[in-house]
């Protein structure tokens, strides 16, 4: 039995991923067409529900009916239900080899994995097992090499053709035939792949761009779906060589959501029900104005019967845009922003929650704090607790997903259409901070500032994420999440990979509707809720926070090299920002550590304007 955690399924382990196991075993987690077969048995027993979780924002934007939580494993027991289940894997790579003697063998995708030991085969050109007793053979083990492409699909390597160098075994021998032999140079030249026949070929050159551009193309090969050598649908595209545990094999795409209370009292239901009535009553006035018409009306009627008018509104505009668009059969508008971010953003800023449910946050106004919290920042937000979705939706593998289109990345990640994607919730804590439009606004007026901004679009322009628009307010808001981070880990006890960030900002610079960013920790294990974060940020520790920040900020190790940077980081697209300053790990960063700048935050030597807490 191989164990793995609940929430590593989502990531960085989902579906089409290479798991590496104790006693040298790599699998990697099957499609959800095996864990239907889970999730039926479960229903048998009428206890699916248990696993059965609902985001209603998150259903909306992905077009799911449900999510699932993957199935944990239970011991069997006296009336306990759903015991017994198991993740579904496959095995991956296929190809395995003695360490001793270098005898490979390709396995099938569901063969057993026990007692995988050398057989002692026989080989006349070099070093064999056969002469030792068969309990003193090795453990097989699985290659380092395999292949993948940018359509996702993931092969073995093709240690048959490379062998013979793409031409045809003069002896007709089969793929039984190769062993795999390790010299004394540490480097790829050292290892080369033998053919009984006698051909040979080292893995110097393997990692080129175009090495296997003769002897093969992708096959479309999808193991975790069963889809491999003749099941494969086939794809055309260069094979890439990478090592089975190299970074760029696979990136998760991961939707995250924050829940919110549904608190709509009694009062607030009929004023809904009263706007509502009015909208369809005045029919034909309303073409072309009608949103504007119906904020009017809301306001007109939150102020007569004393509730707040932007909820009020809200609920209206959803509950319309929602009818309207299902009577016309189309899907909702995959605008992140608008249907995720902005009701988290307005909920934590009215205070929203309470100690019994799973949100609950307290605002501090900025006058409650001293000058470097209050200069700079409208309102804060203590975050008692926090519940958050998390939905693994798909992968891709040799670049990472492209954080504007999430939505194209997703992979096929079953046969058959299903309605529902593995998701996990995880609690913490954390702490808001709402930045003062006004001081902004001012900041971003900044000729040098501008320029800076101009410089990163250029080379956002050069890179693959080059039809994203860039805020000035973002790329600020995003390098304070950073370096706040990095401090925070130093001051409140957790470490900087569990506490992540969640960017609240408007595409364009002229909306003032999202300037705000919320720095939280949420897992399901003992880094979950400690209650260090929130005590950072109270009046009286913040500003020492805030200012240990900006003083850090204004040198790094790496200085004069990153602050006078013109490109750097992922696909160069960071100026000052670098490892020793302003990076965080993967699990931290919303965007792949890119659109990074720390001159906007202390500005430089030459123009300290630039930077917004100098200004």
């Given at each position: 039995?191989?164990?793995?955690?609940?929430?590593?399924?989502?990531?960085?382990?989902?579906?089409?991923?290479?798991?590496?196991?104790?006693?040298?075993?790599?699998?990697?987690?099957?499609?959800?067409?095996?864990?239907?077969?889970?999730?039926?048995?479960?229903?048998?027993?009428?206890?699916?529900?248990?696993?059965?979780?609902?985001?209603?924002?998150?259903?909306?934007?992905?077009?799911?009916?449900?999510?699932?939580?993957?199935?944990?494993?239970?011991?069997?027991?006296?009336?306990?239900?759903?015991?017994?289940?198991?993740?579904?894997?496959?095995?991956?790579?296929?190809?395995?080899?003695?360490?001793?003697?270098?005898?490979?063998?390709?396995?099938?995708?569901?063969?057993?994995?026990?007692?995988?030991?050398?057989?002692?085969?026989?080989?006349?050109?070099?070093?064999?097992?056969?002469?030792?007793?068969?309990?003193?053979?090795?453990?097989?083990?699985?290659?380092?090499?395999?292949?993948?492409?940018?359509?996702?699909?993931?092969?073995?390597?093709?240690?048959?053709?490379?062998?013979?160098?793409?031409?045809?075994?003069?002896?007709?021998?089969?793929?039984?035939?190769?062993?795999?032999?390790?010299?004394?140079?540490?480097?790829?030249?050292?290892?080369?792949?033998?053919?009984?026949?006698?051909?040979?070929?080292?893995?110097?050159?393997?990692?080129?761009?175009?090495?296997?551009?003769?002897?093969?193309?992708?096959?479309?090969?999808?193991?975790?779906?069963?889809?491999?050598?003749?099941?494969?649908?086939?794809?055309?595209?260069?094979?890439?060589?990478?090592?089975?545990?190299?970074?760029?094999?696979?990136?998760?795409?991961?939707?995250?959501?924050?829940?919110?209370?549904?608190?709509?009292?009694?009062?607030?239901?009929?004023?809904?029900?009263?706007?509502?009535?009015?909208?369809?009553?005045?029919?034909?006035?309303?073409?072309?104005?009608?949103?504007?018409?119906?904020?009017?009306?809301?306001?007109?009627?939150?102020?007569?019967?004393?509730?707040?008018?932007?909820?009020?509104?809200?609920?209206?505009?959803?509950?319309?845009?929602?009818?309207?668009?299902?009577?016309?059969?189309?899907?909702?508008?995959?605008?992140?922003?608008?249907?995720?971010?902005?009701?988290?953003?307005?909920?934590?800023?009215?205070?929203?929650?309470?100690?019994?449910?799973?949100?609950?946050?307290?605002?501090?106004?900025?006058?409650?704090?001293?000058?470097?919290?209050?200069?700079?920042?409208?309102?804060?937000?203590?975050?008692?607790?926090?519940?958050?979705?998390?939905?693994?939706?798909?992968?891709?593998?040799?670049?990472?997903?492209?954080?504007?289109?999430?939505?194209?990345?997703?992979?096929?990640?079953?046969?058959?259409?299903?309605?529902?994607?593995?998701?996990?919730?995880?609690?913490?804590?954390?702490?808001?901070?709402?930045?003062?439009?006004?001081?902004?606004?001012?900041?971003?007026?900044?000729?040098?500032?501008?320029?800076?901004?101009?410089?990163?679009?250029?080379?956002?322009?050069?890179?693959?994420?080059?039809?994203?628009?860039?805020?000035?307010?973002?790329?600020?808001?995003?390098?304070?999440?950073?370096?706040?981070?990095?401090?925070?880990?130093?001051?409140?006890?957790?470490?900087?990979?569990?506490?992540?960030?969640?960017?609240?900002?408007?595409?364009?610079?002229?909306?003032?509707?999202?300037n705000g960013v919320l720095i939280y920790t949420a897992s399901n294990d003992s880094e979950g809720s400690m209650g260090g974060l929130v005590r950072q940020g109270i009046p009286g520790r913040l500003e020492n926070v805030i200012y240990e920040l900006l003083e850090n900020a204004k040198w790094c190790s790496s200085d004069p090299v990153c602050i006078q940077s013109k490109g750097q980081g992922p696909d160069s697209c960071n100026l000052a920002a670098c490892h020793n300053c302003a990076l965080l790990p993967e699990t931290s960063c919303e965007f792949?550590?890119?659109?990074?700048?720390?001159?906007?935050?202390?500005?430089?030597?030459?123009?300290?304007?630039?930077?917004?807490?100098?200004?």
């Amino acid at each position: 039995m191989k164990k793995i955690r609940q929430s590593q399924l989502i990531s960085p382990w989902g579906i089409g991923q290479i798991v590496n196991f104790p006693n040298n075993v790599s699998l990697m987690v099957a499609g959800l067409d095996e864990w239907n077969n889970v999730y039926n048995w479960a229903s048998v027993e009428n206890s699916l529900d248990e696993f059965v979780i609902h985001e209603e924002r998150l259903e909306k934007q992905l077009g799911v009916k449900e999510f699932r939580l993957p199935p944990e494993y239970r011991e069997v027991k006296n009336k306990q239900k759903n015991t017994s289940l198991t993740i579904p894997f496959v095995n991956f790579p296929l190809w395995y080899y003695c360490p001793r003697c270098g005898w490979m063998v390709k396995r099938t995708l569901y063969s057993n994995n026990e007692n995988l030991q050398c057989k002692g085969k026989k080989y006349k050109y070099g070093l064999s097992c056969s002469n030792l007793e068969k309990k003193k053979r090795p453990q097989l083990i699985p290659v380092r090499f395999i292949t993948v492409c940018s359509e996702g699909h993931i092969e073995d390597f093709p240690f048959y053709e490379w062998a013979h160098k793409g031409q045809e075994c003069k002896k007709g021998f089969g793929e039984k035939a190769l062993r795999m032999i390790t010299g004394k140079s540490s480097s790829l030249a050292g290892i080369s792949i033998h053919c009984e026949c006698g051909a040979y070929n080292t893995m110097a050159g393997a990692f080129g761009n175009k090495s296997l551009e003769k002897f093969k193309k992708c096959s479309g090969s999808r193991p975790w779906l069963g889809e491999v050598n003749e099941k494969a649908k086939g794809c055309g595209k260069n094979l890439h060589v990478v090592q089975r545990g190299a970074s760029n094999v696979y990136f998760p795409v991961v939707q995250g959501a924050i829940y919110l209370p549904k608190n709509t009292d009694q009062n607030t239901e009929k004023a809904l029900e009263q706007v509502l009535n009015v909208y369809k009553q005045s029919g034909s006035l309303m073409e072309g104005s009608k949103w504007g018409v119906l904020k009017s009306f809301s306001y007109a009627i939150a102020t007569e019967r004393g509730i707040d008018p932007d909820k009020l509104y809200d609920l209206a505009y959803s509950r319309i845009f929602e009818k309207e668009n299902k009577e016309k059969k189309i899907k909702l508008k995959k605008n992140f922003d608008t249907e995720i971010r902005l009701p988290e953003y307005k909920a934590i800023l009215s205070g929203a929650g309470a100690d019994n449910q799973e949100l609950y946050v307290k605002v501090k106004k900025s006058n409650e704090y001293k000058d470097i919290v209050s200069r700079y920042f409208k309102n804060i937000g203590l975050v008692h607790k926090l519940m958050e979705t998390r939905v693994f939706m798909g992968f891709t593998r040799l670049e990472p997903p492209d954080y504007q289109n999430r939505m194209i990345w997703r992979r096929q990640l079953s046969k058959k259409p299903v309605d529902w994607l593995p998701a996990v919730q995880v609690k913490g804590e954390g702490i808001f901070f709402e930045f003062d439009n006004n001081q902004l606004n001012r900041w971003v007026q900044n000729p040098l500032v501008q320029k800076r901004i101009e410089e990163l679009e250029y080379n956002l322009s050069k890179s693959r994420f080059n039809d994203f628009k860039l805020n000035p307010k973002f790329v600020l808001i995003h390098t304070f999440a950073h370096l706040l981070i990095n401090q925070l880990s130093f001051e409140c006890g957790y470490g900087s990979s569990s506490i992540r960030e969640r960017i609240y900002c408007s595409k364009d610079s002229a909306d003032d509707s999202m300037n705000g960013v919320l720095i939280y920790t949420a897992s399901n294990d003992s880094e979950g809720s400690m209650g260090g974060l929130v005590r950072q940020g109270i009046p009286g520790r913040l500003e020492n926070v805030i200012y240990e920040l900006l003083e850090n900020a204004k040198w790094c190790s790496s200085d004069p090299v990153c602050i006078q940077s013109k490109g750097q980081g992922p696909d160069s697209c960071n100026l000052a920002a670098c490892h020793n300053c302003a990076l965080l790990p993967e699990t931290s960063c919303e965007f792949g550590n890119r659109i990074l700048d720390r001159a906007l935050i202390v500005g430089t030597d030459e123009h300290e304007s630039v930077g917004f807490f100098s200004c």
